[in-house]
């Protein structure tokens, strides 16, 4: 049996907000409050994957990494850049504005973060 992965929920201060925020940087689309489930906002990261961004009142923030080929990374620190996102090139330090070139397990990677404390990793091997 192969077990993979349909959605996450990822909590915020504001669903909407942290959703748009994630899916501008990331190149997804917004396409608003889930129609059946209004308490969701849902980001397609890919044919297999929805994150549901969900207001709470206390976010505690989670860890999420997507891999992604090397053209996407390049446009993903473009976005970054533009709209003067921190990023950094280790999850302690999200916003040294380093890409991480010299990692052990190979290719590229960098961390930012979202206002609900949300830890962004992507990955480029």
């Known amino acids: 049996m192969t077990i993979s992965l349909n959605h996450a929920i990822v909590t915020a201060a504001d669903n909407d907000e942290a959703a748009r925020f994630f899916a ?20 397609r990261g890919n044919e297999g994957l929805t994150l549901d961004f969900m207001t709470v ?24 850049d533009a709209r003067e996102i921190p990023y950094g090139d280790e999850p302690a330090h999200p916003d040294n504005g380093r890409v991480d070139s010299s990692h052990p397990l190979g290719g590229r990677r960098v961390y930012f973060s979202d206002s609900s404390g949300n830890l962004y990793e992507v990955i480029s091997p």
């Open 57 to 80: 009142a206390y976010p505690q923030g989670h860890h999420l990494a997507f891999d992604v080929d090397a053209l996407t990374f390049d446009t993903i620190v473009e976005r970054l």
């Open 24 to 43: 501008a940087v990331m190149g997804l689309e917004y396409t608003g409050a889930h129609p059946h489930a209004r308490h969701f906002v849902p980001i």
